[in-house]
């Protein structure tokens, strides 16, 4: 049985309208009007013969079929593209990158190869860090894109990734809730120090500084030493590090997020697909909580 041949511009449609949610959004994305986008929907879901979107008054969403086509749609279009600039837009470029510490450690380096294998001709200048030293070397003009973490110096830029905060310390930790909580802290500002602090004066639990250490990996490392507790992300906890789960003791906490600066600049030539392809390989990873 022959199957049908999907055409680029009608995924790239159905691409644009999931991951903006709308068809008036998505309309602006591909540059073509809202009724085009809903004309090339209608066509695709003709030749697949089902639905790929439902649709309401008030809300769209993916199908099941949908959902899986959406992940083989952004796949297409990246070998498209690609192909297409190798042969007629062989540009050299560069990107100023400034990754936060806080972003996923584990996936991170196999996405920066990855992309970099998507577009050989660029240099990445990538640069490491807390959020905040990252975020002034932005608006600074050192760095043409960043991804940091979301806190109150850093409202703007796309959500990229949601991780939820947890509790952690050492395997062999055993906390004695008759003394107060051994802190290990990132210095001043820091929003990890802040949310920690409110959490345990909300339960009027008493807290001192354990130990202050000038990066995550060195957060990481005292925990794992068992000096102390901290709050990181989930995707933060190691082999030799545990989830402290005592409610009374330790409280719930907030999501944190990442978000992408950089869209809006000049230089955003090689930062528009860089967001893409975030958001795909954060999608298709184990576990993600990509936005």
Not at 216 to 231: C, D, E, F, H, S
Not at 250 to 255: D, G, N, Q, T
Request: with cysteine.
């Amino acid at each position: 049985m022959r199957h049908p041949d999907l055409e680029i511009d009608l995924l790239r449609a159905f691409v644009a309208v999931a991951e903006t949610g709308s068809f008036t959004a998505a309309a602006e994305v591909v540059g073509r009007s809202q009724s085009a986008v809903s004309q090339k929907i209608l066509r695709l879901e003709d030749l697949l013969g089902c639905r790929v979107f439902e649709r309401t008054s008030r809300s769209l969403t993916l199908t099941q079929e949908g959902e899986k086509l959406l992940v083989s749609a952004r796949r297409m279009l990246e070998l498209n593209d690609v192909a297409v600039r190798a042969l007629l837009e062989p540009r050299v470029g560069s990107l100023r990158l400034g990754v936060s510490e806080d972003f996923v450690p584990h996936l991170l380096p196999g996405m920066l190869a990855r992309f970099q294998r998507l577009y050989p001709g660029l240099h990445l200048e990538l640069r490491t860090g807390l959020s905040c030293d990252l975020l002034g070397a932005y608006e600074g003009g050192q760095l043409d894109a960043v991804v940091a973490k979301k806190d109150g110096t850093a409202q703007r830029g796309r959500v990229i990734w949601r991780e939820q905060l947890v509790w952690m310390a050492s395997k062999e930790y055993r906390p004695d809730f008759t003394r107060p909580a051994p802190l290990v802290l990132l210095p001043p500002p820091c929003t990890y120090r802040e949310v920690m602090i409110h959490a345990l004066d909300a339960v009027r639990r008493d807290w001192f500084a354990a130990c202050t250490a000038s990066s995550l990996a060195g957060i990481r490392a005292a925990v794992a030493g068992g000096l102390g507790v901290t709050v990181l992300g989930r995707s933060f906890i190691g082999p030799d590090m545990q989830a402290l789960r005592a409610p009374e003791h330790w409280p719930a906490l907030p999501m944190t997020e990442i978000v992408l600066l950089g869209e809006e600049r000049a230089e955003a030539e090689f930062v528009r697909p860089l967001v893409a392809f975030l958001t795909e390989s954060l999608s298709a990873a184990p576990g993600s909580a990509a936005a």
